[in-house]
């Protein structure tokens, strides 16, 4: 009988080993495309900046040393006197350049490509490196003085030659996925919410090459997506040529631990979303409490220097803004006095920082007696949660319809801003009855200064449930970056020149 027993053991272990292999033969040709398609597009990449420079070096630095070819740049190269010089700075600046953009992932294949994000790191990756790199030169005393253009257009064709890398990537990685040339197949383990937001998190790009094969659950097998219940893992990982597992029952130990030790003889990764997913998705930092490690949650990461960095540039830009935008806002206060009665300009109570009451001003867009109107209309509220909106709002004016289009009404914030009451990205700021209904989730929309736009500007405006608002909103707060901030202000433009989502 023991005989028996051994011998299946034997059988099953052989039939298994040979579904291994075939899996990890079809991983690693998947592997080699990665590698292959990676190393062609970061040599394209580097062959663009060489270009850059090439092209700045013949306009700018050959003419005083009497070349003007190809060929006599080779010949004379040896008695170039500032050749090897400006090809020492070079290496350096794409040594630095090349450990920055790597060690921040942009060069790694299965990411999702977000082509302005990506652009503003590689802005970043260009800042540092020359920094560095002149700093290098200045301490060697190469004696050399470097054409000062040179250097500025060539680091301002970088970053112009890194958006089109980006975009170029991003090409590839669509035609890839759409063609079913390339993909990687992933399972998730638990289909609650956190394994629901695992799914739409992972699988929202369209450039990253992942592919959703569907959830496996013990509990809930009432939708098309749960494809079996964890303990068919085996089975499935081998019917669909799993490249990732994501774990989101870790308390399920046992459970899970049985899995992972059937599974970890196969070539796949395995990756487990800890416990208090929220928490920790939030900002935290990682500390030590007497002799146990602690993570510390903080609200934002909006402080310190960062906080310094968003005040300057709220200041700057929001000043230029008023300067540049003065002939507008001259005509917009004649047409708003001449359509109806009442003052060009009202200032409402809303709520900021910390719940402190301020005026924020606004271009009047609504007739005189509109806020005693808005009891009239209040069953009309096409809002959800503690907002008041209606589509076609009958208060409003006719130049009022137009300035809200395209939230020209919202332009003398940038008062606001220079008084300090509010930023120029952040949370839009609620009114003080909007607030009495928040909850306590709700009123950590008030944890930073509100901004005259951010996420939720950029992602349906108007259009947008008071409950996808919030989410946005905590979204920024939580993951508060000078980048992220940048990438808001730049999607503002287009979105509102469009005028979409407004009313």
């Not at 399972?187 to 992942?210: C, M, Q, W």
């Amino acid at each position: 009988m023991s005989s028996s027993v051994s011998m299946n053991n034997k059988s099953l272990n052989a039939t298994n080993l040979l579904i291994a292999e075939n899996i990890s033969m079809y991983k690693k040709r998947t592997l080699r495309l990665e590698r292959f398609l990676n190393i062609v597009l970061i040599a394209l990449e580097y062959v663009f900046y060489i270009c850059s420079f090439m092209l700045l070096f013949f306009i700018r630095v050959l003419p005083d040393y009497k070349i003007d070819s190809v060929t006599d740049l080779f010949n004379h190269w040896e008695t170039l006197p500032v050749g090897r010089d400006y090809l020492l700075l070079l290496g350096v600046i794409f040594t630095i350049y090349a450990i920055y953009t790597t060690h921040h992932g942009l060069y790694k294949w299965d990411r999702d490509i977000r082509v302005i994000d990506d652009t503003l790191k590689a802005g970043k990756a260009v800042f540092f490196s020359f920094l560095i790199a002149l700093g290098l030169i200045f301490f060697l005393k190469t004696g050399v003085v470097y054409s000062r253009l040179v250097i500025f257009s060539f680091a301002v064709l970088i970053v112009v030659s890194a958006f089109i890398s980006r975009l170029l990537r991003q090409g590839v990685m669509v035609l890839l996925t759409r063609k079913n040339i390339y993909s990687k197949n992933v399972l998730i383990i638990g289909a609650g919410r956190v394994g629901e937001e695992i799914r739409d998190n992972l699988f929202s790009g369209k450039t990253n090459g992942y592919r959703f094969v569907g959830f496996l659950d013990d509990y809930k097998k009432d939708t098309e997506q749960v494809i079996g219940s964890i303990d068919q893992v085996e089975r499935l990982l081998q019917q669909y040529e799993i490249h990732e597992i994501y774990i989101t029952i870790p308390s399920e130990r046992n459970v899970i631990n049985n899995m992972i030790t059937r599974i970890r003889k196969y070539d796949v990764r395995i990756k487990i979303i800890p416990e208090m997913f929220e928490m920790v998705t939030s900002g935290v930092v990682f500390d030590q409490a007497y002799e146990y490690p602690c993570i510390e949650i903080v609200k934002t990461p909006l402080r310190g220097l960062n906080l310094i960095l968003k005040r300057a540039s709220d200041l700057v830009l929001s000043i230029v803004g008023l300067i540049l935008i003065s002939p507008l806002l001259l005509i917009v206060a004649v047409s708003i006095k001449l359509d109806s009665k009442g003052p060009v300009m009202i200032k409402q109570r809303r709520i900021g920082k910390n719940g402190a009451p301020f005026n924020m001003y606004k271009f009047r867009s609504m007739v005189e007696n509109a806020e005693q109107l808005q009891v009239e209309l209040t069953t009309q509220n096409e809002a959800d949660g503690p907002v008041f909106k209606i589509k076609n709002d009958p208060r409003v004016t006719r130049v009022g319809r137009f300035i809200r289009k395209y939230s020209i009404d919202e332009l003398p914030q940038l008062l606001n801003v220079v008084l300090g009451h509010m930023s120029l990205v952040g949370p839009r700021p609620p009114l003080p009855k909007e607030v009495e209904q928040y909850t306590d989730y709700e009123w950590r929309r008030l944890d930073i200064r509100p901004g005259i736009t951010g996420l939720w500007q950029i992602n349906g405006r108007s259009d947008l449930p008071f409950e996808e608002w919030v989410k946005l909103d905590l979204y920024y707060i939580e993951h508060w970056s000078f980048g992220l901030e940048m990438k808001i202000l730049f999607k503002t433009l287009p979105i509102v020149i469009k005028g979409t989502g407004a009313y």
